[in-house]
């Protein structure tokens, strides 16, 4: 076989381009693998502030729940003072005079 230069030079060619070709793909390949773990990291930082806001709701639910429960038996308890005081009334209205009556209804409704 026969030193063929446009052979070589061709070979001289290929070699002297595709190194840079080669530095451009790899360079593009390594970007990219950064790229996707910047990716999944943040897609990993999103799911755990979801989470977390869902904890957050969880706590808040549980926490307004349990103070509709207070109120709830504090109006209870309200109302239950208010039918003593009613009863009471009521047992004291009967044993007074029909004219202290009138006018403790008479306060009762706002009217003096």
């Given at each position: 076989m026969a030193f063929n230069p446009f052979l070589f030079v061709l070979a001289l060619m290929a070699i002297i381009f595709s190194v840079p070709i080669v530095a451009i793909w790899t360079e593009h390949r390594r970007?990219?693998?950064?790229?996707?773990?910047?990716?999944?990291?943040?897609?990993?930082?999103?799911?755990n502030e979801v989470k977390d806001?869902?904890?957050?709701?969880?706590?808040?639910?549980?926490?307004?729940?349990?103070?509709?429960?207070?109120?709830?038996?504090?109006?209870?308890?309200?109302?239950?003072?208010?039918?003593?005081l009613d009863e009471r009334l009521k047992r004291l209205e009967g044993v007074a005079a029909p004219s202290e009556t009138v006018q403790a209804n008479q306060v009762r409704l706002g009217e003096r």
């Open positions: 970007k990219m693998a950064e790229l996707q773990a910047r990716l999944r990291s943040e897609r990993a930082d999103s799911t806001l869902a904890r957050q709701i969880a706590d808040l639910r549980a926490t307004a729940t349990e103070y509709d429960l207070s109120f709830d038996s504090a109006l209870q308890r309200l109302e239950s003072r208010m039918d003593l």
